[in-house]
C-alpha cells in the first residue's frame, strides 16, 4: 500500500491529461511565447470569475502579494496589519516591499484574523490591511472595510488559499481594493508550476501593477519611469489555468463533499473539527484538524503509513527571520497554541475514497487508544 499523503496530483493528471498536454501544444504552436493570448484570455476570464474589473497574471503567489502591496503605494516605512497564523509567503512579501509586518492574533475557532484587534494595532504609520482567507475560508470583511475607510487604509486580501470562498454570497478577491492569487500545485486552482494574480477594481492600481511585472515599463522597448521587477505570469501556465478555471466550482463541490465525509466520519471521534463562519462557504484548501495530543496522534498515523502535514508549525512571528519584528513567545497566544494542535487530513479534488475511509479507520483507532 503506497503511504497515503494530503496532497497529489496524479490521478487528476491522469484524468485531465489530454487537455492539460492540449493547453500545452496550443501555446508552443502559438508562435508567441511570453505574454500572448493565453495570459490575457485567462486575465479576463479569471476576472470575470470574480466579477472585478481587472486581473493581472503573475509569476506566483509571494509576488502577487508583494505587487499588490507595491501597486497599492504601500513601501518603506508603512506598516501592514496581518496574521502571524498564515503561509510565511504572506509576510515575506510585506517584507519584500520594506514595509513592516504588525501581527493581530486568530479568533479560537475558525483560525482568521481576530477582526475585533485590528483597531488597536492601527497606528499613524498604519497603511494597509491584509487580511488572509486562510485554508478556504473568508475573513470577515465588514469590519476590516469600515476600519480602512475611517482610517484611510488599503486593503489587500491574500486569497491563495481561497479561490471560489464566499461570504454572504459574496466572492474572496472581490472585497479588498486589491486581491492577491497564488496558482501553486497544490491551491484550489492549481498550476502545473508556479503562477500568481492580482485583481483589482481600480483602474490606477490595475496600470500599476502591469508596469510593475514588466520591468517598471508601460509596453516592449519603452522607458522606464519606476523600475519594477519581472514578475510575468507564464504562458503555458495561463492556458492549462484557463483549461482548469471552467472546472473550479467542481473541484470545490468535490473538496465540499471530502469535508462532509469527514465530519460525519469523525463526528465524536475527540477531534477538533473545522468550524464554518456564518454564511461563509469554505472551500476547503485544507481540512484542518485539532488536538492537543497532535504530535503522537501524528506519530501514530505514521505507523499506518499515513503522513500529515501541519499548516504551520512555527507561526510566523515566532521565525528567525522575523525575530527583528520583537514579537516574543506568549505575543499572540491564540496563533501559538493552534500551531501545537492542529494538523492537516488528506485533501484535494481527487482523493479517493476508499484511501479517505483508510484515514478515518485509521484516525479512530489512534484517538481511541490514546
Ligand atoms: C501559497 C501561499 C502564498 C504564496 O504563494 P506562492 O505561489 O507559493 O508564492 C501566499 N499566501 C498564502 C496564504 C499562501 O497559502
Redesign the pocket.
Known amino acids: 500500500m503506497a503511504t497515503t499523503l494530503v496532497w497529489d496530483y496524479l490521478n487528476e493528471y491522469r484524468d485531465e491529461r489530454e487537455d492539460i498536454l492540449d493547453a500545452v501544444e496550443t501555446v508552443f504552436s502559438s508562435g508567441r511565447l511570453v505574454l500572448g493570448e493565453s495570459v490575457s484570455s485567462f486575465e479576463r476570464e479569471f476576472a470575470e470569475y470574480h466579477g472585478t474589473a481587472h486581473c493581472v497574471g503573475v509569476d506566483?503567489?509571494?509576488?502577487?502579494?508583494a505587487l499588490g502591496l507595491r501597486a497599492l503605494g504601500v513601501g518603506p516605512g508603512d506598516e501592514v496589519i496581518t496574521v502571524s497564523n498564515?503561509?510565511a509567503?504572506?509576510v515575506v512579501?510585506i517584507d519584500a516591499v520594506g514595509a513592516t509586518p504588525v501581527f493581530v492574533d486568530v479568533d479560537e475557532s475558525t483560525y482568521l484574523m481576530d477582526t475585533g484587534q485590528v483597531a488597536d494595532a492601527i497606528t499613524d504609520r498604519t497603511r494597509c490591511l491584509l487580511p488572509?482567507h486562510?485554508y478556504g475560508q473568508c475573513v470577515d470583511m465588514q469590519p476590516l472595510r469600515r476600519l480602512a475607510d475611517t482610517h484611510g487604509l488599503v486593503v489587500l486580501e491574500?486569497c491563495?488559499?481561497a479561490h471560489g470562498a464566499r461570504a454572504a454570497g459574496t466572492v474572496a478577491g472581490s472585497m479588498g481594493d486589491a486581491a492577491?492569487f497564488?496558482?501553486?500545485p497544490?491551491?484550489v486552482l492549481g498550476a502545473y508550476g508556479?503562477?500568481?494574480a492580482v485583481l483589482t477594481g481600480r483602474d490606477d492600481v490595475d496600470a500599476a501593477l502591469r508596469r510593475l511585472r514588466y520591468y517598471g515599463m508601460e509596453k516592449t522597448y519603452y522607458v522606464v519611469e519606476t523600475p519594477g521587477h519581472n514578475s510575468r505570469l507564464d504562458e503555458v501556465q495561463a492556458e492549462i489555468l484557463r483549461r482548469k478555471l471552467v472546472r473550479l466550482d467542481d473541484y470545490i463541490a468535490r473538496r465540499q463533499a471530502i469535508a462532509d465525509r469527514y465530519a460525519a466520519g469523525l463526528a465524536d471521534s475527540g477531534l477538533v473539527l473545522p468550524t464554518v463562519a456564518d454564511g461563509n462557504s469554505h472551500v476547503y484548501?485544507l481540512y484542518v484538524v485539532r488536538h492537543p495530543r497532535r504530535d503522537d496522534i501524528l506519530e501514530a498515523l505514521a505507523g499506518h503509513d499515513i503522513r500529515l502535514n501541519v499548516s504551520y508549525p512555527w507561526p510566523v512571528h515566532t521565525m528567525k527571520g522575523f525575530a527583528h519584528l520583537g514579537y516574543g513567545t506568549g505575543s499572540l497566544p491564540v496563533t501559538e497554541r493552534l500551531s501545537g494542535e492542529i494538523f492537516s487530513l488528506p485533501m484535494y479534488p481527487s482523493l479517493p475514497a476508499d484511501t479517505q475511509d483508510r484515514v478515518i479507520d485509521a484516525l479512530r483507532s489512534v484517538l481511541a487508544s490514546l
Open positions: 506566483n503567489g509571494t509576488n502577487a502579494v498564515t503561509a509567503p504572506t512579501a488572509v486562510l491574500d491563495a488559499q492577491a497564488s496558482f501553486y497544490t491551491k508556479d503562477g500568481g484548501y
